[in-house]
C-alpha cells in the first residue's frame, strides 16, 4: 500500500526558503513518479514540480529557478520503494501560499507530467509580505 507523509511547511516572510519533505513507501523502485501539487483557497489545485524514479524533472512556470524537486531512495524491495520526497523553495512569494500536496503514481512520467494517482494529506505553506 502506496503512503505519503508530508513535513516542512509554515510560515515565511517573502524572499525567504522553506523545504517540504514527503516519506513515501509502496511505489515499485524502477517504475514510478512523484510530484508537488498545491491549492491556494477558493482556487483549483495545480502541479507545481515532477521527478521520475529515473531522476527526470518538470517544474511548472510558475515556480521554475525559485523551487527544486528532488528525492533520496532507499530500496527495500524492488515492488516497495522507500523514498523521501523534497521541495526546496526559494524566493517565496506572496502567491505561493497554498496548502501542498505529495502526490505518487507507480508508473513513470508522460510528457513530462507525474498524473496523481495517490495523495498525501496536505501541508500548508503561508507567505506573507
Known amino acids: 500500500q502506496v503512503q505519503l507523509v508530508e513535513s516542512g511547511g509554515g510560515s515565511v516572510q517573502a524572499g525567504g526558503s522553506l523545504r517540504l519533505s514527503c516519506a513515501t513507501s509502496g511505489l515499485p523502485y524502477s517504475r514510478h513518479c512523484m510530484g508537488w501539487f498545491r491549492q491556494a483557497p477558493w482556487a483549483e489545485r495545480e502541479g507545481v514540480a515532477y521527478?521520475?524514479?529515473?531522476?527526470?524533472?518538470?517544474?511548472?512556470?510558475?515556480?521554475?529557478g525559485r523551487f527544486t524537486i528532488s528525492k533520496d531512495n532507499a530500496t527495500i524491495s524492488k515492488d516497495n520503494a522507500k523514498n523521501t520526497l523534497y521541495l526546496q523553495m526559494n524566493s517565496l512569494k506572496p502567491e505561493d501560499t497554498a496548502m501542498y500536496y505529495c502526490s505518487a503514481n507507480d508508473r513513470r512520467m508522460i510528457g513530462g507530467y507525474c498524473r496523481p494517482t495517490r495523495w498525501g494529506r496536505g501541508i500548508q505553506v503561508t507567505v506573507s509580505s
Open positions: 521527478i521520475d524514479s529515473s531522476g527526470d524533472t518538470t517544474y511548472e512556470d510558475s515556480v521554475k
